[in-house]
């Protein structure tokens, strides 16, 4: 049957299946019970999004954990439970946070299972709220996907709807590798059609959105919705789209990325990150390391610019990538 | 006096060139910034300017004629009567041999020539790059329709397609023909610097009836385009008398529609009936102006900048007022634009130039069933019934709110005319 | 738990080895034979030994950048370590670790740890693994006087508080941290004051002393079992060697160094207070002496024949890649 909730709700529907169908699973994060653990029993906060409200109702203390403001604490205990055979998901409220919290994913959860010789397994799921479209300014902004994605043994989602985000999220959960699940604000309560039940969407596979030929705009997160709105107007002057949607930044689905560029000849890609040593850059480097011969114009990305995201709602916009700055990187490749 | 046009020396690394082309006949005045000559060296083509101007009075090395930097290639004098000897001025201002190498003298020093070793090299796309290979296509010979004139993967399936619509027309002369749709044939005659491209809306509907043959001529597209002082309208009317086995429908644009006018003057059997788009038969100061400014655009800046210069010649005010339609106009022009090269334009416009004027009076012998369509906002061609009152039987058609570019501004209006027009005269 | 003949051998055993196998190193290093970062225990013996006599193998230890010690302690194979440090396909870590990375799991050493303080968390989580499933087992994080002044331990302490969990933090306070004097760095006199912030019970034991050590460590990790929650204990120790294998110590006052080595070196404390007290023989201690000798000596012969790892090894080991099913 078909239905449609908002992003925050999908993310929510994942993590009930997942903490109801195996005991392992905790929830560690600020605020993520929130009032729910006063037993007068006001009304939880579920987290900052409310992807969670409920949960602590059904799930209890034990498993639904409130933490302190102490991502540090958060993070490494959760990386140390990880190790011992819990199946924490973290909810680390921005990602810009990671700042305070970087060296339990950077050298602890990220090398474990290689410094020790492969004899470690780290399932924890790290959910975070990425991207600019707010009005939250340079520090509850950053797309930061770009610095997870490019450490070795952490793999990097990011959902580009509700339905996607749902079985993104299961995949996560049960992967036992650690896994950065970004949120980007802009998608988070735009609804999309989520199946029922249980289902699961595999880590490194990116996902062909729309068919065209003519150009493949490459996106990922609230980008893929950028790249659609523009493929929609390329297509009324005769131009259409191919628009991938990565889904997975780390594993990158580079057999996708090369098919599509295969059939067009033309790739944009589309990063709400700034551009520099992104995964724009990452994918424009493969298309011409290992797509060279496939090229038929030059790469463009489309990206913010290299400066941190402004507040103010003109400023903002402007920051942003969007449709029309896809279309007319578009006419520079014809 | 005369003045020396010698080999140039373009670069550190360069010793030697090759000569490509002579565009201006012998005895023939070149203007101080002409392409007096064009050479080749390290594989690119380089177009010399003259620094002066003056009567191309004599040619030392002739083309496919390789010689050091310094050497003495033609000289200029300033009047096509005055006294000159060939042999002295050769000795006067010639390096011997086996100087030429080392020793660039004066005349290098001070070429009589504007270098231009700063060429940006040829972009080609890697998909192009490879599908040549693939093809054993020579993608240095491959026209570019990309942005700044790149050659595509497009442009090279395009080259390598063209073998098979190539039909010979005269002795070593190869024109490219696209065929298109069943039935009485219909021949497309581009304008001046365009290809077939230009009909392509017309193309698309027409072929449902016909058999629709567009012809690029000398220097378009795939065609042939042989070293000549100019493509003469009446060899291009022969090249297509030649192509044309039956009478078939003719419809030519601007300067398609003068080729046309001299196929029915010349070869009146080939022709059933005639559509002449936007036609000429005295070519305006102001047409003869935006040619030579066409010439020289393509030879010194991007295709874009060439389209984009073209626009308000081309197209009425209406049109020029859509912001979004000059921009959709400008990308599709860019690849018709750039199926012919510089030195076929220039080639080209001497054509234009020599058959202006030449058949006025021959009009009212024109026997077949004739439709001029023109624009009232033409400001390159008559923009009335000034040709078409001159063809006995003619009918005229004004399109109102567009400039010369009809096929493309008024795209069904003038297929719906044709259409209407072949009807009639199809029985 | 009880001091049986049993606990007590084992117990010099472990200081013993511990303290051989890390003068094995330093003399590899200075043959040239072993290379890396190389952070010796020399002098902390009592501490690992005390402590972990009072942990099974359900219980976890989370260590530090100087952690030869805790990992012998915890039970990890000598010889597995000795070719992790030779850098050799049969390391505990088939030679992708080294010295700063000696981990076991399956022991319970959730790792030594390269960055200072990192542990603490680590151990955290442990405990709140142990406290979650139930298991009656013990996280400890072992880490320095340095890592007390780091965000990671104050953040770490304040959890393991409300959340009661079953956790000892071992501060190490030997004094120094790299080449730095801890009262320099530290503004209490003793770092168990910093427990009174977070509402948890410190202790301070004698860290050459194994006994203290033992006793103190027996309690804190006692109240943890049965549900009191955490404690920190301190432990005030002395590093007899430099702070990595070629430190040249030129900023440490000699006198300092050799009053500890001379007056207070824990093996030579605890093998007095055995004989004096009966608990051991000179026998017993001979032949342990022996046995650890001969261990080590074989462990460096394994070592060297091992062969080193195949260099398409380089790209394993970093994911799992596994997948629960739902």
Redesign the interface.
Known sequence: MSRELPTAFAIGEALRIALAGDPDVILMGEDVAGGGTRPAGTDEAGGILGATRGLIKEFGPERILDTPISEMALLGAAVGAAATGMRPVVELMFMDFLGVCFDPLLNQAAKFRYMFGGKARLPLTVRTVTGAGMHAAAQHSQSLYWITSGIPGLKTVIPSNAGDAKGLLLSAIRCDDPVIFCEPKQILFLSSEVPEGDYEIPIGKANLVRQGGDVSLVGMGATVNIALQAASQLAQEGIQADVLDLRSLQPLDEEAILTTLGKTGRLIVIDEATPRCGIASDVAALCVDKGFDLLNAPVKRVTAPFSPVPFSRVLEEAYLPTPQKVIDAVHELF | MATPVAMPRLGMSMKEGRVVEWPFGLGTHVAKGDIVVIIESEKTEVQIEATQSGVLRHIYVQVDGTVPCGKLLAALTDSADEAFDADAFRTANDLPDDQARTAPRAASQHPAVSPKSDLPRRAV??????LARQLGVDVEQVPGS??GG?V???DVEAWGKRAERLVEVSAGVRLEVLRDGQGDPLVLLPGFGTDIASFAPQVRALAATHQVVGIHPRGVGASDAPQAGCYAVATAAADIAALCDAPAHIVGASLGAAVAIELALAHPQKVRSLTLITPFVEASARLLAVVDAWCRIASEASIQTLAMALLPWLFSEHTLSDEAAC??IV?GLVPSLAAVSAPALRRTAAGLRAWSGSRGADLDRISAPTLVIVGAGDLLTANDDAVAKRIAGARNIVVEQSGHALTIEAADRVTQAIADHLRAHSA | MQLTYERVLGAYRTMRMIRSFEEKLVELVNLGKMSGFLHVYLGEEAVAAGVCAQLGEHDYVASTHRGHGHAIAKGVDVRGMMAELFGRRTGTCKGKGGSMHIADIDKGMLGANGIVGAGIPLATGAALTAKLKKTGGVAVAFFGDGASNQGAFHESLNLASIWKLPAVYVVENNGWGEFTPTDYVVPVKDIAERARSYAMPALIADGMDFFDVFAKAGEAIARARSGGGPTLLECKTYRFAGHYVGDALAYRPKDEAEKWMTERDPLRGFAERVLSDGLLNQDDLQRVDGEVSRHIEDAVKAAEAAPFPDASEVTTDVYADSHRRG
């Open positions: 796309a890697p998909a192009a790059r490879a990309g942005p790149r595509t993967k497009e921009q959709r990308r």
